[in-house]
């Protein structure tokens, strides 16, 4: 059941460090081959060959080639983003006051930052670990227990509370990790190296025990803190998801899920585009990064697929076209037309830019346009702006009612009130780079951006299936 595996991938992703390590051993056990950027792809990339690669652990692309495919053929491709809101260990994190020591955070996004107080948070990412010859290796960490807590004040000490929460995201979302007494009772950990001015001795030692490392071995690292308690089938018959980071490894998984799923039959044999699917990183800070949409990745990717995927020089085709080439036109050599390949794949191409959607909420109703409530479980959402903060188009709307028509996937709509403001997605700003006819979609979710979300069960399987059907083949309608 596809629910119940988006459980186990969530479960393993608590930061998008994780989220990518997870997606690559489901593109290792699919067969898929794992490059390098830096590496020389041409000579190296066959038709009907499987590859991904990574950039900074916290963004991964991968793109199956098809075996009819040609340079200037197009590509089929799915995007999403591996990052959510959360709050990240600083640089400096030690903070000492009241008997108690804590981990200084930083916000990370948009969340809903009044959603971490009381809950139980344990942390994961990546660290750099220095080996005895000197080098550094990168390693993930996850302490999966609840060692840190941002306590709410008593009620007794705040009676206006219920009238409004509020706080100082600086001075008070701040989490506990131990006392000074517990210190004197089970000795002062001291934790030598460069952190152990920086970070809390008992934060460094904990890190240091789940890698299986010495403490003054730690270097720097790139932490997040995030709920432990795991994501789960909801509601009375099960027919919800509750889960941390529905936004956006929902659709991430969606995403991965129906490029391993268009592979598993003979269709790619056939198949004269590429298929990819790309997860980046940053979205929710903007994705102005060297791994967010907002990088040259996905142009760069395209581009080197457009050169560098070898071509079969013997194939009667493309002696054809070598010959027709140099007879009519001796002027352009063959280097000289494979530049504008690229150029010409963009306008046989479509990006579908998958983020998750807003679902109708039953207790604030007036919050939603009257004829634009998307329902949990009711299909994947077309998510349109006329001010172009969604990528949509009516005529990639019509392609893709087409593709969910060969699937029997239900479609519904969202459109933002004319007085509420609009989020946005990696589709407008991708679209723009690239000349690239895009759409916007997304499963319907509540309390998006919550260290808590909600979805529903049904929907992951909508999104699954309407995406592998794009992979797999064009749209009558281009």
């Not at 089929?76 to 709050?87: F, I, K, N, Y």
């Not at 799923?261 to 590429?274: F, Q, R, T």
Request: aromatic letters at 8%; glycine letters at 8%.
């Amino acid at each position: 059941m596809s629910a119940a595996d988006f459980l186990d991938f969530v479960n393993a992703s608590p930061s998008p460090f994780h989220a990518v390590d997870s997606v690559r051993s489901r593109l290792l056990a699919a067969g898929f081959e794992e490059i390098s950027e830096r590496d020389n792809w041409a000579g190296f990339l066959r038709p009907a060959g499987k590859y991904f690669f990574t950039r900074n652990k916290s963004a991964i692309t991968a793109f199956a080639v098809g075996g009819k495919y040609k340079s200037g053929n197009g590509f089929a491709v799915v995007g999403a983003h591996t990052d959510s809101p959360c709050l990240k260990v600083k640089p400096h994190s030690k903070k000492e006051q009241g008997g108690y020591t804590q981990v200084g955070v930083e916000t990370y996004g948009g969340g809903l930052w009044h959603t971490w107080f009381d809950r139980d948070l344990g942390i994961a990412g990546r660290v750099l670990v220095k080996n005895a010859d000197g080098s550094y290796e990168h390693r993930l960490t996850r302490i999966n227990r609840p060692i840190l807590r941002i306590p709410t004040l008593a009620i007794h000490l705040d009676r206006g509370v219920n009238d409004g929460f509020k706080f100082n995201k600086e001075d008070q979302l701040t989490p506990i990790i131990t006392s000074a007494a517990s210190k004197e009772l089970n000795g002062n950990v001291e934790a030598a190296g460069p952190n152990e001015s920086k970070h809390a001795p008992q934060l460094l030692q904990t890190i240091a025990d789940d890698l299986g490392v010495e403490a003054s071995q730690i270097g720097d690292f790139e932490l997040c803190l995030y709920d432990v308690q795991p994501s789960v089938f909801g509601g009375a018959q099960d027919e919800y998801i509750f889960s941390a980071r529905l936004d956006n490894l929902m659709m991430s998984y969606c995403s991965v899920s129906a490029l391993l799923n268009s592979l598993k039959g003979s269709s790619l044999e056939s198949d004269p585009n590429i298929r990819v699917a790309v997860l980046f990183d940053n979205e929710e800070i903007g994705s102005v990064s060297a791994h967010g949409a907002g990088s040259n990745l996905l142009e760069v990717t395209l581009r080197r697929l457009s050169a560098e995927v070898e071509q079969d020089a013997n194939s009667q085709d493309l002696r054809d076209w070598i010959v027709i080439t140099r007879a009519e036109l001796p002027d352009v050599s063959l280097t000289q037309s494979s530049q504008s390949s690229f150029e010409r794949a963009m306008t046989r191409s479509l990006l579908i830019s998958a983020d998750m959607a807003h679902a109708i909420h039953p207790n604030y109703m007036e919050k939603h346009e009257r004829n634009h409530r998307p329902a949990m479980n009711k299909g994947v959402v077309i998510k349109q702006n006329a001010n172009q903060r969604y990528a949509t188009t009516a005529v990639t709307t019509t392609l893709v009612r087409e593709l969910a028509a060969k699937k029997g996937v239900p479609l519904q709509e969202f459109v933002v009130r004319n007085d509420s403001p609009c989020g946005s997605t990696i589709g407008p700003m991708l679209s723009a780079q690239l000349g690239l006819r895009t759409i916007d979609i997304g499963n319907p979710q509540l309390s998006m951006h919550s260290i808590r979300e909600m979805c529903g069960a049904k929907d992951v399987e909508y999104a699954i299936h309407l995406l592998e059907v794009r992979l797999t083949g064009s749209s009558s309608a281009f």
